[in-house]
């Protein structure tokens, strides 16, 4: 999902027109606040078995800035201060009240476009033994739903009672910080779940140039597509409104860009960028990329953005991302809802 949202920023390159231009506006040694609720409604098909559950995620998280750069770059950390996790039944899976300043962090990189780049993640495994809060380089995170099957060792923050919610003996919301090593067993039941909403983050992202009320975009990129309205810009909030397709039967290395700006009086249109075509590839490489075209995840969906350009902050995102994922006989369906807003 994150390159999307990248390229979605890139296209804005092309709409420049007398209006506003959007740029955060970090400072350093300063802390912001957030708010966050998630429902992911994950459904798993195996073996003619089908498996269907619900989370609900809600969090509470700083966004601390500790160094910005002449050039408007920004390195700081994310630290959790509350966070509850509900399953369909409505019982707590795991959950964490009135944290201590950075004892649950995931360290970030971010410029002032708004473009994260997350050092470390933290994500909740479930297993019907324990659920378990873990923190790993944000490529070891599968970040997928019932994908992982087996035992592995894990940097660990808190292991939670499945049946309860509460920590297990040996952990406590005051001695966390420091992550430990433990074994996680997971199976075709298991679930990981972002803590921090990872992938919504990448949406706080804002256009390069010059934005006026009704610009519009479509930019195609493979098989995904990004079209984007600007919707209002009523001081001190500009509205962008995004909607994401898939289409697998595009070729995977093209892409197209086309776009108007407001008032009608500018407009691009890029057929074909990219590499070489797929059609250019040999048999073997073919057949190759038909496969990670039937993997690759089919997404669509509609985020809608609030940006405070006098401030330079972001303001809200609500809207909701579908995601199915086919592999290896394991069909994995998510239906992801969000609002976040800074507080």
């Not at 003619?48 to 559950?53: A, F, L, T, V």
């Not at 490529?139 to 920590?167: H, I, R, W």
């Not at 048999?283 to 995840?297: F, L, N, R, V, W």
Request: proline share 3%; glycine share 6%; aromatic share 10%.
């Amino acid at each position: 999902m994150k390159k999307l949202f990248y390229l979605l920023t890139a296209t804005f390159t092309f709409l420049q027109v007398s209006a506003t231009e959007l740029n955060y506006k970090w400072k350093a040694n300063t802390a912001y606040n957030f708010n966050a609720t998630v429902v992911d409604n994950i459904s798993t098909s195996t073996m003619g078995m089908n498996i269907n559950e619900k989370y609900t995620t809600t969090i509470d998280f700083t966004l601390f800035i500790q160094s910005v750069q002449p050039n408007g770059n920004a390195t700081g950390r994310m630290y959790v201060t509350n966070f509850n996790v509900k399953n369909s039944t409505g019982v707590s899976v795991a959950s964490l009240l009135n944290l201590p300043k950075d004892a649950v962090k995931s360290e970030i990189q971010v410029d002032k476009k708004g473009n994260f780049t997350f050092l470390k993640k933290v994500y909740l495994v479930t297993t019907p033994t324990s659920n378990v809060l873990v923190y790993a380089n944000a490529d070891e995170n599968s970040a997928s739903a019932g994908m992982q099957v087996g035992e592995e060792k894990v940097d660990a923050y808190a292991e939670f009672d499945p049946k309860t919610g509460k920590l297990k003996a040996g952990y406590s919301v005051t001695t966390i910080k420091t992550p430990k090593k433990v074994s996680v067993n997971e199976n075709e039941e298991s679930d990981e779940i972002d803590i921090f909403p990872y992938d919504f983050l990448s949406c706080m992202a804002v256009p390069e140039g010059n934005l006026n009320v009704n610009d519009h975009f479509e930019v195609k990129a493979g098989m995904y597509t990004v079209d984007g309205t600007v919707k209002s810009a009523t001081s001190p909030l500009m509205v962008i409104e995004e909607n994401i397709s898939t289409d697998k039967n595009a070729d995977m290395f093209q892409g197209a860009a086309n776009g108007q700006s407001g008032d009608g009086t500018q407009q691009f249109n890029m057929e074909g960028f990219g590499g070489e075509s797929q059609m250019e590839l040999t048999q073997e490489d073919q057949e190759a990329m038909a496969m990670t075209k039937a993997a690759s995840p089919n997404m669509d969906g509609k985020l809608t953005t609030s940006f405070d350009y006098v401030n330079g902050m972001f303001s809200s995102i609500k809207g909701n991302i579908n995601t199915a994922i086919d592999m290896m006989g394991v069909t994995t369906k998510v239906n992801s809802v969000i609002e976040m807003k800074k507080k």
